[in-house]
T-cell receptor, first 109, second 113 residues
Framework: GAVVSQHPSRVICKSGTSVKIECRSL??????MFWYRQFPKQSLMLMAT?????????EQGVEKDKFLINHASLTLSTLTVTSAHPEDSSFYIC?????FGSGTQLSVL | RKEVEQDPGPFNVPEGATVAFNCTYS??????FFWYRQDCRKEPKLLMS???SGNEDGRFTAQLNRASQYISLLIRDSKLSDSATYLC??????????????FGKGTKLSVIP
C-alpha cells in the first residue's frame, strides 16, 4: 500500500555541517509534499510545502536558504539543513497524501 | 486565537475509563478534519476522519459540529495501548487546489493500570 518513507531516522552532526533528509512516496506519486518540524512537547509546525518541478513555498519565519528543499521527481523530496546549529536540533517529518514519514531526529552538537 | 485548539491535558485515566477530547478550529473554510495519534518520537498516524454525521470505529467515536467549529473524540473502555498524544488536525484548501494540514498541540493521554 501507499507509504511515505523517510531517511535517515536519526542523525547526529557537528555544528556547521549540512544534513540531507530524504522523503519518498512509495506506490503513489506526490506532486506536493510537506515538511514539518516538531520540538519537544510542541505541535508539528509546517515549515514548507514542496512542489514537484517548482520552488518550495516556505512558511513565515523559515529561512529558505537554510532549509533547502528539492522536489525533482514525483516520488522524492529532500530537505537539506545547511550549516546546522544546535538550535536546529529537532524532529523533522515529511508528509504526502495525509501520510507521514517516520521522521528524522536531528541532533546538532 | 490559535487555528486549532485542543484541551491542554494531560489526561491520566484508569483502564476501562471513557475519555473525551475536544478541539476547536478558527477557520470556517476548513474542509476536512481528522484525529491523529502520535507516540513519543514517532510520526503521527491517522486514527480517523471526522464527519458531521459522526463516525465510529470500535471504541472510538468522532464528531464534528461545523456551526460551532468543534470536533470531539471519545474513547470508550480505554486500554493501556491507547496511551499516546492525540492530535486534532484540520485541512484547509489552499491555492492551486493544494491542501494544508494544521495541527493542534495535542492532548497527552496516559491510561493507568
Amino acid at each position: 500500500g501507499a507509504v511515505v518513507s523517510q531517511h535517515p531516522s536519526r542523525v547526529i552532526c557537528k555544528s556547521g555541517t549540512s544534513v540531507k533528509i530524504e522523503c519518498r512516496s512509495l506506490d503513489f506519486q506526490a506532486t506536493t509534499m510537506f515538511w514539518y518540524r516538531q520540538f519537544p512537547k510542541q505541535s508539528l509546525m509546517l515549515m514548507a510545502t514542496s512542489n514537484e518541478g517548482s520552488k518550495a513555498t516556505y512558511e513565515q519565519g523559515v529561512e529558505k536558504d537554510k532549509f533547502l528543499i528539492n522536489h525533482a521527481s514525483l516520488t522524492l523530496s529532500t530537505l537539506t539543513v545547511t550549516s546546522a546549529h544546535p538550535e536546529d536540533s529537532s524532529f523533522y517529518i515529511c508528509s504526502a497524501n495525509f501520510l507521514f514519514g517516520s521522521g528524522t531526529q536531528l541532533s546538532v552538537l | 486565537r490559535k487555528e486549532v485548539e485542543q484541551d491542554p491535558g494531560p489526561f491520566n485515566v484508569p483502564e476501562g475509563a471513557t475519555v473525551a477530547f475536544n478541539c476547536t478550529y478558527s477557520n470556517s473554510a476548513s474542509q476536512s478534519f481528522f484525529w491523529y495519534r502520535q507516540d513519543c518520537r514517532k510520526e503521527p498516524k491517522l486514527l480517523m476522519s471526522v464527519y458531521s454525521s459522526g463516525n465510529e470505529d470500535g471504541r472510538f467515536t468522532a464528531q464534528l459540529n461545523r456551526a460551532s467549529q468543534y470536533i470531539s473524540l471519545l474513547i470508550r473502555d480505554s486500554k493501556l495501548s491507547d496511551s499516546a498524544t492525540y492530535l486534532c488536525v484540520v485541512n484547509m484548501l489552499g491555492g492551486a487546489g493544494s491542501y494544508q494540514l494544521t495541527f493542534g498541540k495535542g492532548t497527552k493521554l496516559s491510561v493507568i493500570p
